[in-house]
Each structure stands twice: as structure tokens, then as C-alpha cells.
């Protein structure tokens, strides 16, 4: 069974940074795609970036240039680099692999101050 571990979520000023960390187990980390979702107060929850095993990348529109997904297969963890927050990114973050987004863990909460 998949079991996600989302953490480093917090409160941060406008501009400032955070890194968030997803522990992955129950699972063959290294061979499967993944991805950070997130979910603001009163919408959809919706696809933020994704990384395939070989590491390609994919954004949001709204977040390119300023959040940078990474993972270390060594570890099972999967990264989230956000940079230049914005109020707009306040939100309960996830991490999942596509195939599994029925199922998810209990996310962290990041608050962006303006």
C-alpha cells in the first residue's frame, strides 16, 4: 500500500521561499512518475508539477519559473522548490503518482503572507 508523507509547509512572507519534502513508501519510488498537487481554501485541487522517472519536468503556468520539483531516487523523497511566493500560493499541498489519485496524505499547509 502507497503510503505519502508531505512535509516543510509553513507560514512565509510574499517573495520568501520554502522547500517541501515527500516521503514515498510501499511503492517502487524510482520507476514511476510523480507529482505536487495542491488545493486553496474553496477550490479544486489541481496539478502544480510533475517529474517523470527520468526526470523531465513539468509546470503550472502560474508557477514556472518560480517552483522547482525535484526527486532522490536514493531516498524515495520527491522535492518541491518554491521561490518568489505569492498569497495566490497559499494552499495544502500534496504529493501523488498519477496513478494513485484516488489516495492521498495529509498534505502541508503553506500560507503565504502579502
Known amino acids: 500500500q502507497v503510503h505519502l508523507v508531505e512535509s516543510g509547509g509553513g507560514l512565509v512572507q510574499a517573495g520568501g521561499s520554502l522547500r517541501l519534502s515527500c516521503a514515498a513508501s510501499g511503492v517502487i519510488f524510482s520507476i514511476n512518475a510523480m507529482g505536487w498537487y495542491r488545493q486553496a481554501p474553496g477550490k479544486q485541487r489541481e496539478l502544480v508539477a510533475t517529474?517523470?522517472?527520468?526526470?523531465?519536468?513539468n509546470y503550472a503556468d502560474s508557477v514556472k519559473g518560480r517552483f522547482t520539483i525535484s526527486r532522490d531516487n536514493s531516498k524515495n523523497t520527491l522535492y518541491l522548490q518554491m521561490n518568489r511566493v505569492e498569497p495566490e500560493d497559499t494552499a495544502v499541498y500534496y504529493c501523488n503518482f498519477p496513478w494513485n489519485i484516488n489516495d492521498w496524505g495529509q498534505g502541508t499547509q503553506v500560507a503565504v503572507s502579502s
Open positions: 517529474i517523470t522517472r527520468s526526470g523531465s519536468t
